[in-house]
């Protein structure tokens, strides 16, 4: 007898924008309220092609644009099984950057479209709500400096933010922007709102396909 599936629920942002203290807090709160659930992160640095995506980011090597791009999406598909199984088992998926950010971030680089960025994250599972972490340069500054990894630079984040901006125009996804200037505590309050009606709303839902 199948048991109602988990939700699909992606925290989106620029830098520091607190998507993995928001993503490990919902994880928590909605463990506690009974409600299985599980944190994923993209990239996933543990798997042969992520450890390739981590040595590029740490500038430890140097990849083509093209090839980069596609590597970060291959990262995505090669975790889709498991991703499947998990939604079907009943947990929730709490998932720390997704396709929304592979496109933001290359698609911020000279000579790329949108839609060529789109093309190879078609059909994933399409999450049932993204939230974008809303947060100003200003107050990431106040955050702390940029870390030393590639693309992080205030030039570099404010084309990734208006990329951001341009693919949450697309109504097919389910964006909800967060004000991530409040306190942990109240972003995590508006968050788990909701993922609380999110979770209840997908269950008799099948998953759907990003982007078709
Ligand atoms: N990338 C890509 O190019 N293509 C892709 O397909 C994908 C990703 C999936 C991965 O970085 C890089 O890969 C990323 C995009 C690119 N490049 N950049 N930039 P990562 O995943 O390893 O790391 P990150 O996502 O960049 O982490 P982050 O953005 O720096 O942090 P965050 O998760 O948004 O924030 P945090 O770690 O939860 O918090 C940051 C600090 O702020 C920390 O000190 C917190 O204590 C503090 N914080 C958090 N919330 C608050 C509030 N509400 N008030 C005050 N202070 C707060």
Redesign the pocket.
């Known amino acids: 007898m199948a048991c109602k599936r988990g939700a699909l629920i992606v925290l989106e942002?620029?830098?520091?924008?607190?998507?993995?203290?928001?993503c490990k807090q919902l994880v928590q709160a909605l463990q506690q309220s009974g409600r299985p659930a599980e944190m994923m992160?993209?990239?996933d640095r543990t798997t042969t092609i992520g450890q390739l995506i981590s040595a590029y980011?740490e500038k430890k090597s140097d990849l083509e644009d093209h090839a980069v791009h596609l590597l970060?999406?291959a990262n995505r598909w090669e975790l889709v099984p498991l991703m499947r199984k998990k939604l079907e088992q009943g947990i929730t998926l709490i998932v720390?950057?997704?396709?929304f950010?592979?496109v933001a971030?290359?698609s911020a680089k000279p000579g790329f479209c949108l839609d060529w960025c789109m093309k190879p994250d078609v059909g994933l599972p399409k999450p049932d709500l993204v939230m974008f972490?809303q947060l100003s340069p200003a107050e990431a500054a106040l955050?702390?400096q940029f870390?030393e990894?590639r693309?992080?630079t205030k030039v570099f984040?404010g084309v990734v933010q208006q990329k951001f901006e341009q693919l949450r125009k697309d109504p097919s996804v389910n964006w909800q922007v967060i004000d991530?200037s409040?306190?942990?505590e109240d972003?995590h309050k508006n968050i788990t709102t909701h993922s609380l009606n999110t979770v209840e709303a997908a269950q008799n839902l099948p998953v759907g396909e990003l982007w078709k």
């Open positions: 942002g620029v830098d520091k924008a607190g998507k993995t203290t928001q992160r993209f990239p980011l970060f999406s720390d950057r997704y396709a950010s592979g971030f290359t972490l955050r702390g870390g990894e693309y992080e984040q991530a409040q306190s942990v972003v």
